[in-house]
C-alpha cells in the first residue's frame, strides 16, 4: 500500500492538516513500539515509519477541541468499541467539558491550557503522521487502544500547517533538514549522543 506522506517533504512547511494533535514528549525516539503505547496506537502500527510535524504556533481556541488525553480513545470516555457505530456512540470529552461549563468556561479553559502550551521544548506541540495508514475495517478497539495518558486535542477542520520536522525510517534511521540521525542501533554509546542531539533539535527546530 502506497503512503500518504510522500508529499510532506522534510524541512519544509506542510498543507494544512486537521486531527489529533499531542506533545513531543509522547515520542519516544529510540522506541517505536514505547511511541505506540503512548500515542494509543495498535502494536505495528509505526513499523514502516512516520513523519512527525511540529507547530510553529499555538491554535487559537476556536481551531481547537478537547480530547481529553491519549487515555481516551478517539477523545471519547470509556474503552474503544467493536465496531465504529458503537463506539460513535461513546460519550465525547469535549461533549462532557462543554455541557458542564458551558461556551464561556469552555474557552476560558482552552484559554489557560494555550498559557502552558508552548511550540517550543519537550512538551511542544506535535502531529505524528504514521506510513501505516488508518484502516477502516480495523475495529477500533483494535487500532486504537487506551494510551499512555499523554495531551490530546483535535484540530478542527481545514486544521493548520505544520513543519515536517523528521521522518522516522524503519530501523531507528531519522531523516531531517539538520542531518541524519542513527537513535537505534542496539549500540547506546554510539546511539545516545545521536539521539541527544536530534532531541535538541525537534525541541528548537
Known amino acids: 500500500m502506497s503512503s500518504p506522506k510522500d508529499d510532506l ?9 486537521a486531527g489529533n494533535i499531542s506533545q513531543l514528549n509522547a515520542i519516544v525516539l529510540s522506541d517505536y513500539r514505547r ?16 513523519k512527525l510535524l511540529v507547530l510553529k504556533h ?38 462532557g467539558i462543554l455541557a458542564d461549563r458551558g461556551a464561556a468556561g469552555y474557552r476560558d479553559l482552552q484559554t489557560r491550557a494555550l498559557s502552558l502550551a508552548t511550540v517550543t521544548g519537550p512538551k511542544r506541540l506535535v502531529k505524528v503522521m504514521p506510513t501505516i495508514r488508518h484502516d477502516e475495517h480495523l475495529a477500533p478497539r483494535d487500532q486504537y487502544p487506551m494510551g499512555g495518558g499523554f495531551l490530546q486535542w483535535d ?11 523528521a521522518h522516522f525510517k524503519p530501523g531507528g534511521t531519522v531523516v531531517t533538514a539538520d542531518g541524519t540521525f542513527q537513535v537505534n ?20 527546530v
Open 155 to 165: 484540530l478542527k477542520k481545514p486544521g493548520l500547517p505544520f513543519f515536517c520536522a
Open 9 to 17: 517533504p522534510v524541512g519544509q512547511m506542510t498543507k494544512h492538516f
Open 58 to 95: 499555538l491554535p487559537l481556541p476556536e481551531v481547537f477541541e478537547f480530547q481529553g488525553t491519549t487515555l481516551r480513545s478517539g477523545g471519547r470516555y470509556g474503552l474503544p468499541e467493536e465496531t465504529q457505530e458503537a463506539d460513535r456512540r461513546r460519550a465525547a470529552v469535549h461533549d
Open 185 to 204: 542501533s542496539d549500540n547506546f554509546l554510539a546511539d545516545y549522543p545521536q539521539r541527544e542531539k536530534l532531541q535538541k533539535y525537534l525541541q528548537t
Open 35 to 50: 511511541t505506540e503505547e503512548n500515542i494509543g496506537y495498535h502494536r505495528g502500527r509505526l513499523d514502516q515509519g512516520f
